[in-house]
């Protein structure tokens, strides 16, 4: 760990007002500092690490030019706001991030005042920001309102939307594009700066007034041309041209590593009486100040615990593979035995295994960009045209395409295959990655077949079986990381639609599980053997079609039937079978019935293991459901 000593400066700022009462020439000394402090935190705690370190000098300059927190400061994303969060009063508790009960991997506002926007999922920082900023016109605030956006985040139709509203709304919003890959344009040293400085000052503004004053005299074509000169010869310099004809004031791009060029830069802004938004365009690195970081940016994004001298990550070996990387295996397979198949992914490659399924068909993968709408219609209009799409795409991002998957596979009927990543419970990164809410958002649609795999030979069988069905559209839903080790198929084979398996007979208790807690409700099982308690233990396999005949069987020949699902409660599994049963009468004959599923409330970042025990999902929580059916509540269970 970082001995005090190795941060003196840092030790004296607490919150932003501290760091506001330094020098200028002290906050490069700062910086470096603040970058240290990261890379040790994180080196304990894991987690995001590679933007943070490429916006340390900007966040010293954003704290130390506006008055935060009544100047509102919005990180989008938000795994970039580590270093935020040390100099916004957290610093004592940055060793507990993604802990249970410790600091969000991300800006929350139940956290700190510090942050006014939670974040999570990319591009909502610029509507944010313009709702905020439209309600300080509306309530005679004069506070700023500062977004920084990344350049990946730019690939969203959202952050478009936004400033499209911006500029025609002409609220005052500053808008902080940080290009940490030279998407845009790189910064041009000495002369770059200077002109982003040039066009950001008091006098170049009231000479352009001035100038735009003296052509409201002259006739109108003069004026039309004097404005279109002035902002063709800005964008010829300095780039921008798209942003100005969105209406934003755009300046840069200037080297964010460089105080000596941000501080002018964004004191010019932040004192410019221009009515409108204005864009300033920061050129950083991801990684910067830490070598391993810069030379592997994509490995350093999201990291495990590391060593810090030689960068090394403390990763356990996993006793399987990783349901990410079966399922990109299994679509290799079936790819190379159907030309037709090809694969979509908004912006996640390497996250939902799409990198391994590139590498083997590169003429028919597609990376979108974080635009999960746009994958989704794309994906529909290639099933239109008799290809197989398989969108990947993480369970909870693909409630940001939720109207195309309805209006435009469902309702059309289109094969889209969904495989939806990180269904179910997250661990660290907390509710805004965790995917509980596909089983209701699909399951209510018509004509969807939804699987969820229970361990990952099953997820090889459900990928053969999405390439095979061409009736309509179908997802399944598998969690992140490994799975429980059982022996894989070299290819998947493909499962009768609506067809569940009896893995277990017993004759007072039927579990019924759907998905990955299939292991649990067999660890159950034994604990309530020793109870003397005769339990049948299933795997429904489909969300939707329902097995009727399976589930029916059950409910008749068991004294108790327990729905075991990690999703939602609300239309989820377990209420689909409460339907069934009520709807076919088996309720009135005295069934004692129990859907288990996750709470109705967001859970919290925590280890996977204690999310599941909170959400009473585990084996013991199981077997202590099955005995208080029973009457039996006083049983102890093995600790």
């Known amino acids: ?3 005090p000593s190795a941060t003196p400066l840092l030790d004296t700022v607490r919150l932003p007002s501290d760091l506001r009462a330094l020098p200028e020439d002290r906050l490069a000394e700062l910086a470096d500092e603040l970058r240290r402090e990261t890379i040790d935190a994180v080196s304990e705690t894991g987690g995001h690490l590679g933007a943070g370190l490429g916006v340390v000098e900007l966040t010293v300059a954003i704290h130390h ?12 994303v938000g795994h970039q706001a580590y270093p935020h969060k040390i100099l916004t009063g957290r610093r004592d508790r940055i060793r507990t991030l993604r802990r249970g009960g410790g600091l969000s991997g991300f800006t929350r506002r139940a956290e700190s005042e510090y942050d006014p926007f939670g974040a999570g999922h990319s591009s909502t920082s610029i509507s944010a920001g313009l709702g905020m900023a439209v309600a300080r016109d509306l309530t005679g605030g004069d506070n700023h309102v500062v977004c920084v956006i990344g350049d990946g985040a730019m690939s969203a139709g959202m952050a478009y939307e936004a400033m499209n509203n911006a500029g025609a709304l002409g609220s005052r919003l500053i808008v902080i594009l940080n ?4 998407s ?8 770059s700066a200077y002109l982003a400085r040039l066009v950001s000052s008091r006098t170049y503004l009231s000479l352009r007034d001035i100038g735009r004053v003296l052509a409201k005299k002259l006739p109108k074509f003069v004026e039309r041309g004097a404005q279109k000169a002035e902002e063709y010869a800005r964008g010829l ?12 004031f755009y300046v840069g791009p200037i080297d964010g590593h460089n105080l000596d060029h941000l501080l002018p830069v964004l004191k010019n802004v932040r004192d410019a009486e221009l009515g409108g938004p204005i864009l300033v365009h920061v050129v950083t690195q991801k990684g910067k100040g830490y070598a391993p970081a810069e030379a592997s940016a994509d490995k350093y994004h999201g990291v495990s615990a590391f060593d810090v001298v030689s960068g090394a990550q403390a990763k356990p070996k996993a006793n399987a593979p990783s349901y990410t990387k079966v399922f990109a295996e299994s679509l290799i397979r079936e790819a190379e035995a159907d030309d037709r198949i090809v694969a979509i992914t908004a912006a996640m490659p390497g996250g939902t295994g ?21 994958a ?5 209009g290639l099933a239109t045209e008799g290809l197989k799409p398989f969108c990947a795409i993480y369970s909870t991002f693909l409630q940001r395409a939720y109207d195309q998957v309805v209006h435009d596979v469902a309702i059309q009927k289109l094969p889209v295959r969904f495989a939806l990543d990180r269904a179910g419970l997250v661990g660290a990164d907390g509710a805004t990655h965790a995917g509980a809410y596909d089983l209701a958002y699909l399951g209510c649609l018509p004509d969807f077949v939804l699987m969820a795999p229970a361990d990952e030979a099953e997820l090889a069988h459900m990928v053969a079986t999405a390439a095979a069905y061409d009736e309509g559209p179908s997802a399944f839903r598998y969690p992140r990381g490994e799975g429980v080790g059982v022996e894989l198929p070299m290819r998947g084979r493909v499962l009768q639609i609506g067809r569940g398996r009896v893995l277990r007979e017993g004759a007072s208790v039927a579990l019924l599980s759907l998905g990955t807690r299939l292991a649990a409700a067999q660890e159950a099982a034994e604990e309530l053997a020793l109870k003397g308690v005769s339990t049948t233990v299933a795997d429904a396999r489909f969300a939707k079609p329902l097995d009727r005949d399976l589930i029916l069987r059950l409910a008749r020949s068991h004294e108790v039937l327990i729905t075991i699902e990690e999703a939602a409660p609300t239309g989820g599994f377990g209420a689909t079978v409460l339907q069934l049963l009520a709807t076919e009468g088996v309720l009135d ?12 409330r967001f859970i919290d970042h925590d280890r996977p293991d204690r999310q599941l025990a909170e959400a009473g999902l585990d084996a013991r929580a199981i077997a202590a459901t099955a005995l208080s059916a029973l009457g039996r509540e006083g049983w102890a269970l093995r600790a």
Request: net charge negative.
């Open 184 to 191: 845009i344009a790189p910064p041009t040293g000495a002369m």
């Open 1 to 3: 760990m970082t001995s």
């Open 65 to 76: 030019v506006f008055d935060t927190p009544d100047d509102r400061v919005i990180w989008d």
């Open 237 to 248: 310099a300095m780039g921008g041209t798209l942003f100005e004809e969105l209406g934003f």
């Open 179 to 182: 290009d940490n890959d030279m």
């Open 376 to 380: 989704v219609a794309f994906a529909a």
């Open 354 to 374: 799409l990198d391994l399924f590139g590498r083997a068909f590169p003429d028919r993968t597609f990376d979108v960009g974080i635009a999960e709408q746009h």
């Open 589 to 600: 004959r005295g069934l004692k019935i129990r859907a288990l599923a996750l709470p109705d």
